[in-house]
């Protein structure tokens, strides 16, 4: 009988609140047609005043606006000021639920106005005391939730659709407690017991509070079914934090499942923490310290990718040894990963730029073969300066081009640039060859030379010999290189006491010396004499010359053979053959004979 009376009184609740929802329905449908019929008499009565006097009410320009959807809950309407307008009327109308907003005698242009999510139509009027113009309405436009994957990233009584949640539900998990999902829409009301609130159940339609069974009470409570009421106890399963101990919720946890969301359960203590293992930990921080049991980004370098090192439990780009590098920046060069130290760390060909430790193909011109230069780090074809062409080329317009313009784009022998002809030459003037040559048709010549004679300086023999003056036409002192043989002969007849009571008798006496003098350069061309071996002396076995000129009956003969001049350029003239005869009868010039 109690049921019965307590089915009878839920209909009858239920049939009142279905009665006073359609009233407050029609209510609200009267004051927005009042609202209308309140414009159109206002339109009316304009009208009338219109036709009453026409100067009284100047016709009004249609409103310009614009409207747009904001923060997935607003709309932000700015509205162009009409001439004559003193205030504006807003009608925000929804087509997709039973919103409708009206805001009247508005003087702000810009405003935003909080909506649920939906469609609208947006109507604007501008008024004056007397006036007012035709209505300008917007095209629909959408307000939607934020963006979204599938319903369960939108809050209760939304639903995913397009990329955003909107207004709606799938199934009765997508409406707020309380509300069961109907065609639809998130309406009051319940279908099964999961739709409640804790501590209520469903029934008829309807969460009515207390219990039937444990699913309608709280965690850490169990239904007393006797008098559908949830009291302290467990039936396996407790609040995050706890675990149950026969029907009783204690403190601590013997699995994940006790903890709350995030953490595990460390099985030795009995405690939740942030984790047990490695895989417990998010991929920003996947390493567990089995000390601390919280997760951090490393322990040590090896938790961390190469090239980078563990600092203060983060990983960072670094090194500390090779150890730590990729393949590809190999070393460890002050902290950091580079591909090369020195060239030797690169492949044949390339440069190590110390600045960034990288192998590349060049940093400078003179690292790039003859007829390319260096630009961003790679060889290119052609030249910027002379320096980048081969010789017996020049730099015009980025291109080695062949010839000349300076001395320096020219080899040697031919290191001399005919400016005239751009072409290299080995001399254009006789100051481009070297000394002792001279420039004929751009070619550096030297000229053979020969001896035209040789004279003495004096006719001494000894103690102060004569020096031997070479004379060679053309030719500079000092840079010709002179050689020949040379023989000297003396004779003289002496007389020489025998006996006491003297007979005299005559004798001759000979003697030779000869040398060589190798290729030497003379100074001034001129022979120093005293080179020769002294065999002239003044004393009782030889008399050649006695101190400083020749003895009565005595000659002196001097022959030169195989003389030659060799040139700057190494050429050798052909010899030739002196003689000067009888020094002592005062003859000091050679003379030619044939060899």
Request: charged share 10%; aromatic share 4%; glycine share 6%.
């Amino acid at each position: 009988m109690f049921y019965v009376i307590l089915i009878t009184i839920l209909i009858i609740i239920v049939i009142l609140y279905l009665v006073l929802r359609r009233f407050k329905k029609h209510k609200k449908h009267d004051k927005q047609e009042s609202f209308l019929t309140k414009t159109e008499n206002t339109s009316s009565s304009s009208s009338d005043s219109s036709d009453s006097s026409e100067s009284a009410c100047p016709p009004m320009t249609k409103v310009n606006f614009t409207v747009v959807a904001v923060d997935n809950n607003a709309l932000k309407i700015n509205i162009s000021p009409v001439d004559n307008a003193e205030s504006y009327d807003i009608n925000i109308r929804a087509t997709t639920n039973n919103t409708n907003i009206n805001t009247t005698d508005t003087t702000v242009l810009s405003q935003t106005i909080p909506v649920p999510l939906g469609t609208y139509v947006v109507t604007v009027i501008a008024r004056n005391r007397n006036c007012r113009s035709s209505p300008s309405a917007s095209t629909p436009i959408t307000v939607n939730g934020p963006a979204c994957n599938v319903d369960n990233d939108c809050i209760s009584g939304t639903i995913c659709s397009m990329g955003h949640c909107i207004p709606g539900c799938n199934t009765n998990h997508s409406c707020p407690l309380g509300q069961s999902c109907t065609n639809g829409i998130c309406i009051l009301g319940c279908q099964s017991q999961t739709d409640c609130p804790d501590n209520t159940f469903c029934r008829l339609g309807q969460c009515i509070s207390g219990c039937l069974s444990d699913v309608n009470c709280p965690l850490g409570t169990i239904c007393d079914v006797q008098n559908q009421t949830c009291i302290p106890g467990c039936n396996g399963v407790c609040p995050p934090g706890l675990h149950c101990n026969g029907t009783v919720c204690v403190p601590g946890c013997i699995k994940d499942e006790n903890c709350p969301t995030g953490q595990h359960c460390d099985t030795f203590n009995n405690t939740c923490v942030q984790c047990v293992r490695n895989g417990d930990c998010p991929s920003s921080t996947p390493i567990c310290n089995s000390l601390t049991h919280t997760c951090t980004g490393c322990l040590s370098d090896l938790d961390c990718p190469l090239g980078n090192i563990c600092n203060n439990g983060t990983c960072s780009a670094g090194c500390r040894t090779n150890v730590n590098c990729p393949s590809n920046t190999p070393f460890c060069n002050n902290g950091t990963c580079t591909a090369c130290r020195t060239n030797n760390d690169c492949f044949p060909g390339d440069i190590c730029d110390t600045n960034n430790g990288e192998c590349v193909g060049c940093l400078v011109d003179t690292d790039c073969p003859v007829g390319t230069f260096c630009s961003g780090n790679n060889c290119v074809t052609g030249c910027r300066v002379d320096s980048n062409c081969p010789l017996e080329t020049f730099c015009s317009n980025g291109i080695c081009t062949p010839g000349c313009h300076v001395n320096t784009n020219c080899p040697l022998p031919i290191q001399t640039c005919n400016t005239m002809t751009k072409t290299c030459v080995e001399c254009f003037s006789n100051t481009d060859c070297p000394q002792g040559q001279t420039c004929t048709n751009n070619i550096c010549s030297c000229h053979i030379f020969s001896v035209a004679g040789i004279t003495l300086s004096n006719n001494n023999i000894w103690p102060q010999t004569s020096d031997w003056v070479f004379n060679i036409p053309g030719s500079t002192p000092g840079q010709t290189l002179i050689s020949f043989r040379w023989e000297i002969t003396g004779n003289s007849i002496s007389e020489e006491n025998s006996s006491s009571d003297s007979s005299s008798s005559d004798s001759s006496e000979e003697a030779t010396i000869s040398g060589f003098l190798p290729p030497t350069a003379l100074t001034n061309n001129t022979f120093n004499a005293s080179q020769i071996e002294e065999i002239w002396q003044c004393n009782d076995s030889d008399l050649y010359g006695c101190p400083s000129q020749c003895q009565p009956n005595s000659t002196v003969n001097i022959l030169i053979t195989d003389l030659t001049i060799t040139n700057s350029c190494g050429q050798i003239s052909e010899p030739t053959c002196w003689q000067l005869t009888n020094l002592c009868s005062g003859n000091k010039t050679f003379t030619q004979i044939p060899c």
